[in-house]
């Protein structure tokens, strides 16, 4: 089946730090990558829909300076996270859809990063 | 209040039970999914419908589409399907974004 790939699964680093996460779709191309922030024994919210070749679509509420989404491939995106502060630390997960005709393909997920500032 | 409400939060069960889960929702969808979200934080879609049932293995999921209501059901539950169980709805439009419950939280027991 397809999978997606997302690195690093676990972060640990110091107030201040901008950290990387990357979401790749490894058998598929993927038109539409999304980017989701889980806290404890909540749902996933949707934080940014990254197309392409685009700019990505933050949701409100969302800062779009220090959430920094990169699309650049059918097959990668990446979110920084700048200048990380404690309030920051969270799990974050990536889906992808794939770029086929069918409206109705599911998303396909990643295995998600935790992300822990001290 | 959340637009896809799922119950139970919770629920513990014996090796061998019929497990099922309900999801509701508010909105007008195009599609509903389930997914199951391991200790681990990793996240498999089950199911992707937009009316009737579907089946794989032991799971099963159904949906109507009038009264706005789904269901997941697993049949001779194992220790191995403890997981959270998420519903996800998927409204109308290009936009493909999903809209989800907060969750089940299934252990099935020894």
């Known amino acids: 089946g397809a999978v997606v790939s997302q690195h690093p699964s676990w972060v640990i680093c110091k107030s201040g730090t901008s950290v990387k996460i990357e979401c790749r779709s490894l058998d598929f191309q993927a038109t539409t990558m999304f980017w989701y922030r889980q806290f404890p024994k909540q749902s996933l919210m949707l934080m940014a829909t990254s197309n392409e070749g685009s700019k990505a679509t933050y949701e409100q509420g969302v800062e779009k300076d220090k959430f920094l989404i990169n699309h650049a491939s059918l097959t990668l995106s990446t979110l920084t996270v700048t200048s990380a502060h404690p309030e920051d630390s969270s799990f974050y997960i990536c889906?992808?859809?794939?770029?086929?005709?069918?409206?109705?393909?599911?998303?396909?997920f990643g295995d998600g990063t935790r992300l822990s500032i001290l | 209040k959340n637009e896809v409400e799922q119950s139970p939060q919770n629920l513990t069960a014996q090796e061998g039970e019929f497990i099922t889960i309900n999801c509701s929702y508010s909105v007008g969808i195009s599609a509903l999914h389930w997914l199951q979200q391991h200790p681990g934080g990793g996240i498999v879609s089950l199911f992707m419908l937009s009316s009737g049932k579907k089946k794989h293995g032991r799971l099963i999921a159904t949906i109507n589409i009038q009264e706005k209501h789904s269901s997941l059901h697993i049949t001779a539950s194992h220790p191995r399907d403890s997981a959270v169980y998420i519903c996800?709805?998927?409204?109308?439009?290009?936009?493909?974004?999903?809209?989800f419950g907060k969750g089940t939280l299934l252990t099935v027991n020894p």
């Open positions: 996800a709805v998927k409204s109308g439009g290009s936009n493909y974004k999903l809209t």
């Open positions: 889906s992808a859809r794939p770029r086929l005709p069918d409206s109705n393909q599911p998303q396909h």
